[in-house]
């Protein structure tokens, strides 16, 4: 839950990534990994040796304007509050995802994570700019030695995106085994673009997915968390990289 807290604690407003990457950095130092920044300044974090690597991913920007917020626990949910007392955005979109592959990162022998920044919408200079600028523009041959990409990354608890709104396919049901889908409560669903969707759409072949994990109102002044579905999230990505 610390982590969570300095992770929400952060503003990563779309283009504005550098202290989020520098919180991610100082977790990373104590785990025996290689970073590598590409020029569109998304992260690439591989751990172990493998051939090829399982591969997890999230974002590193939020929706939010950077106000100061205290992050609040009630019970099981945590959420934001400005100076005077009003909900506020946290960024659990995608903050959510950085926890879990932090935790995965110090877990798992081998592993391979990729952090996009600026995966959201945004205004530049008044003009609407289109979302997923860091997959957009990274190099496919970074996932040469990757066998899929799980992203962490959707609303809710109990989703794995595996066709995004559009029709693009993320990857075949059948590669989500279906008694760990029904072990951990979760349903193969339609869903949103993110990262893997732009990733597919330019031509990567591996199969990749969405999860679930933990957030809800996202976008919004009332976004939250609720910390046991977080935790859950991270059991069941475990348990996938187990099996697949
Ligand atoms: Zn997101």
């Not at 709104?165 to 072990?183: M, N, Q, R, T, W």
């Amino acid at each position: 839950m610390e982590l969570l807290k300095r992770l929400y604690a952060i503003n990563s407003k779309s283009g504005s990534e550098a202290a989020i990457k520098k919180l991610v950095l100082r977790e990373l130092a104590s785990v025996e990994c290689t970073i590598e920044e590409d020029d569109s300044g998304n992260l690439f974090i591989t751990k172990g040796e493998a051939e090829c690597y399982p591969g997890v991913t999230a974002h590193l920007d939020e929706v939010h304007e950077p106000v100061c917020r205290s992050i609040v626990t009630e019970g099981d949910m945590v959420y934001g509050l400005d100076v005077e007392g009003h909900r506020v955005g946290i960024g659990a979109d995608d903050k959510n995802g950085l926890w879990v592959i932090l935790k995965l990162l110090r877990a798992m022998p081998v592993l391979k994570a990729v952090l996009f920044v600026e995966e959201e919408k945004t205004t530049i200079d008044g003009e609407e700019v289109a979302g997923c600028r860091g997959s957009r523009a990274c190099s496919l041959s970074a996932f040469d030695d990757v066998r899929y990409l799980l992203a962490i990354d959707r609303k809710g608890s109990a989703d794995v995106v595996t066709k995004s709104k559009g029709g693009v396919v993320l990857c075949d049901e059948s590669f989500l085994p279906e008694d760990v889908l029904a072990e951990y409560g979760y349903k193969c669903v339609e869903g949103g673009r993110t990262d893997v969707t732009a990733l597919r759409e330019r031509g990567l072949t591996i199969p990749c997915c969405n999860i679930s994990c933990g957030y809800y109102n996202a976008h919004k002044s009332d976004e939250y968390t609720l910390f046991s579905q977080l935790e859950h999230t991270l059991r069941f990505v475990a348990a996938l990289i187990e099996r697949l």
